[in-house]
DNA sequence: GCACTGACCGGTC
DNA sequence: AGACCGGCCAGTG
């Protein structure tokens, strides 16, 4: 595990139920702004999947993308009560900051 | 060390 | 508003 993977890991662990975050803002976060598609990558290969939230972790328009696990995204963050709309989120609404959660 | 890939983003058409 | 295109960055072969 690299150290940028770690960082994203450990901002995704993060995030708070019931809430979402972006791969640029996690990407920010974690050192590149401008790496929000090595995130995802890093969240595809981890084998911490369970006890990352990956599923909080959105685009930035607000939809909520793919996901390499068995079930979707989608249902895992409406379970936790984050309305989720023709694949999309209420990023105004449930968008949280990352630099709050950090330390 | 080069080249391809991917859970992406922003700007244009 | 919706679709398209190029460019990001890190990981892997």
Same mark, same amino acid.
């Given at each position: 595990?690299t150290?940028?993977?770690?960082?994203?890991?450990?901002?995704?662990k993060? @995030? &708070?139920?019931?809430?979402?975050?972006? *791969?640029?803002?996690i990407?920010?976060?974690?050192?590149? &702004?401008?790496?929000?598609?090595?995130?995802?990558?890093?969240?595809?290969?981890?084998?911490?999947? @369970?006890?990352? &939230? /990956?599923?909080?972790?959105v685009?930035?328009?607000?939809?909520?993308? /793919? *996901?390499?696990?068995?079930?979707?995204?989608?249902?895992?963050?409406?379970?936790?009560?984050?309305?989720?709309?023709?694949?999309?989120?209420?990023?105004?609404? *449930?968008? /949280?900051?990352?630099?709050? @959660? @950090?330390?």
């Amino acid at each position: 595990m690299t150290n940028f993977s770690e960082h994203a890991l450990e901002v995704t662990k993060r @995030i &708070p139920k019931g809430k979402v975050a972006t *791969y640029a803002d996690i990407a920010k976060a974690a050192g590149s &702004p401008k790496a929000a598609r090595a995130v995802g990558s890093a969240l595809r290969k981890n084998k911490n999947l @369970i006890i990352i &939230p /990956c599923h909080r972790v959105v685009r930035s328009d607000g939809f909520v993308g /793919c *996901y390499s696990g068995k079930g979707d995204k989608t249902g895992l963050l409406v379970a936790e009560g984050v309305a989720v709309v023709n694949g999309r989120v209420e990023l105004a609404r *449930y968008k /949280c900051r990352l630099e709050q @959660i @950090i330390d």
